[in-house]
């Protein structure tokens, strides 16, 4: 069996690369034994339930699930570029169906949210990082979701109550070049406070303070090791280590693979991207134990309560879950599936191999709270 530099499996990532690519191509086969839809602009399906085959964690395809038609409104924390290739695949495959989506940060989708009334609401949320998604549902502004998504998912990638599910996720990562740091993963500190603290990396470490993902890191760290410890990491960032500052996960990882920037706190899936269209960069990572540096997270989705498709959503939220949707997220994002019948594939360290916190992601609601401290201690963009 032919292998890869780094020991892949060469035939199967081709397969994988085909069946990613026949996303695009899937055009509008009929599915056997769906429903017919109803007309106008009501909710296209009869009840909550699947209307097609009930998804499994095992995984089923996009071929067993019931038919998209009718247009679905979607709020998404994600960048157009993470998430919209795969708005576009089941765009293509629906004829009758259509994404109305619109793209920001997590917290300008969140105020919007809360700030518009019944009739103006999406159906979806589409976060960038589960602590906007237990934000809603402590706002109660999220509806409980169909039995079999409920079932589908482990309960440490979604919400135990069954008010939003993860679809991908990310570790929170330390990024390297392997020729600007010497002594590769072994120099590096398995501790999140050493980044701080240590000598170093004063001058050479950066971060993104405005991601979702980051500020969910912030607010774990809170919830672990207290506010003070928290913002004394954050002031020696800014202060002692002179840490450069990111708007965009993508650049601070080409930056590091590029030569400018030796380290970085980031999500491992921007590295993963990196490597996987360039084997030979000089670009690695490892992980903090058991700590906030080493977060597990999802991006993910919840149903509004007052959502005008309800069922679309939740068949939505069904393809977006299933195979096709899963192996998006693992071969084009470079991100974890949720789901036990999807294989992590990429080039970076397994959730196995990593010893990411024992952590309830509904404790991430209070964003406000990482925003706030961000903001007062100079770590901003």
Known sequence: MAHDS??????SITDRRSFLGSLGAAGTLALAGCAGFGG????PFDDYGPQ??????????????????????????????????????IEERYDEFTIDSDFDDNSTQLNKINEETADTRPDVFYTQ??????ALKQDGLVRTLPEDVIDAVDDNYSDPDGTWTG???????ILYNTELWEGGADALPDDIFAYAEDDRFEGIISTRPNSGTFRSFIVAMIEMEGEQATREWVRSMVEDQDAT?????????EEVAAGNQAVALGNQYY???IVENDPDSPLDVAFTSGDAGCLFNVSGVGILEDADKPNLAAEFTRHVLAAEGQEFFVETNGEYPVLDGVEYVGDLPTLAEINPPEFDLNALANVEQAVDLLREEGMTV
């Not at 780094?6 to 035939?11: F, I, L, P, Q, V």
């Not at 106008?40 to 909710?43: A, E, M, N, P």
């Not at 679809?167 to 990562?173: D, F, K, M």
């Open 40 to 43: 106008g602009d009501g909710d």
């Open 6 to 11: 780094r020991g892949r499996n060469a035939a």
């Open 167 to 173: 679809a991908s996720g990310r570790v929170r990562a």
């Open 271 to 273: 590295a993963g991207r």
């Open 245 to 253: 500052l990111y708007s965009s996960g993508s650049q601070q990882a």
């Open 52 to 89: 097609g085959a009930a998804l499994e964690p095992s995984a089923v395809s996009w071929d067993d699930l019931g038919d998209l038609e009718g247009e679905l409104t979607v709020y998404s924390g994600r960048t157009r570029d993470q998430i919209d290739p795969l708005f576009a695949a």
């Open 129 to 134: 990082s589960s602590g906007a998604l237990a």
